[in-house]
């Protein structure tokens, strides 16, 4: 099977440690060029300055994955379906649900693939965990998902600019597990967000839940971007029927009851691809708005405080 030409836009650290890497490896797609305002390349593609300029020069390229910050994801998604692409998004897809609600119907209008990834999703332990909640039902959760900012987005001052979602860029991962899994719609009851004294976006955020259950689940989460001593992505969940389900390693490790039930590596961006084949297949977009909504609440009800400065 002739394989896929697709160009990845936007050539920072997400894409050269797993969009470029998979791409490599794929039997769906080959990577065709480069897009990069920086001219950073990969292999010997083509690179190019715009997403203009690649169109220009190579209109056999039907597909595109953009992985550029969420603050020109708008424009860019609608110049790629403009252009007669379809579309993979990095997540989050844009910085607000207009924009979102918007290039959903103009890809839709265009007859064009439009799929949002949420790469958390792609693990064999939250489907496991979504099928035991739908039998079992939720009595609480904690979600504690703590990371360094430092090693995950080094240098980059556009996380802590208005639309970089600060600490939330990563806790909208959780989110996404969070709202896959849930047996029942869940909404922000109360937040308190901690932004640094000499920044725009937050670097610890405390969240909590209420939902229309009649037992009332106690549902919180908790994000830190401070967090040195190694990644603490967790869902501790208890069951309605008791039991401890946690889930661990951003959602490839699920125990119950302390005891591993299903522990597997790094395959999610190997899913998402495998996915966006499928839907290019079917010709069928699939974009959930779902952990986007969530977060934007967190920030609608969020009440503020200032914390130490935050210097790299």
């Given at each position: ?29 080959e ?15 083509p ?12 209109p ?13 994801r708008h ?79 080094p240098?980059?001052?556009w ?10 860029d ?55 971007w ?10 501790q ?34 899913g ?41």
């Amino acid at each position: 099977m002739t394989k896929r030409k697709i160009a990845v836009i936007g050539v920072g650290k997400i894409a050269q440690d797993q969009h470029l890497p998979v791409i490599d490896a794929s039997d769906d797609f080959e990577l065709a060029a480069t897009v990069s305002t920086r001219g950073v390349g990969h292999g010997s593609v083509p690179v190019f300055r715009t997403a203009a300029e690649l169109y220009a020069a190579m209109p056999e390229v039907g597909l595109v994955s953009i992985c550029t910050p969420p603050g020109v994801r708008h424009t860019l998604v609608r110049e790629a379906l403009d252009a007669g692409k379809d579309v993979m998004m990095e997540k989050p897809p844009t910085t607000t649900i207009s924009e979102l609600d918007d290039i959903i119907a103009h890809a839709a209008r265009l007859d064009r693939v439009l799929f949002q990834t949420w790469h958390s999703q792609y693990n064999a332990a939250v489907d496991r965990a979504k099928a035991i909640l739908a039998e079992q039902g939720v009595n609480a959760v904690r979600i504690d998902w703590r990371e360094s900012v430092r090693k995950w987005h080094p240098g980059q001052d556009w996380v802590w600019e208005p639309g970089g979602f600060g600490v939330c860029d990563p806790g909208i991962n959780a989110y996404s597990i969070f709202t896959k899994i849930m047996p029942f719609p869940v909404f922000v009851e109360s937040a308190k967000l901690t932004f640094p004294a000499n920044r725009q976006t937050p670097v610890d955020v405390e969240v909590t839940f209420k939902s229309g259950q009649a037992h009332k689940p106690t549902l919180s989460s908790g994000f830190n971007w401070l967090e040195e001593s190694g990644e603490i992505w967790t869902i501790q969940v208890t069951t309605g029927t008791g039991d401890d389900l946690k889930l661990e390693r951003g959602g490839r490790t699920l125990r119950i009851n302390g005891e591993v039930v299903i522990e597997h590596g790094d395959e999610e961006y190997a899913g998402i691809y495998d996915h966006f084949a499928h839907l290019l297949d079917a010709r069928q977009s699939d974009v959930d708005a779902a952990p986007l909504r969530l977060m934007s609440d967190v920030f609608f009800l969020g009440a503020r405080e200032n914390g130490p400065a935050f210097e790299w």
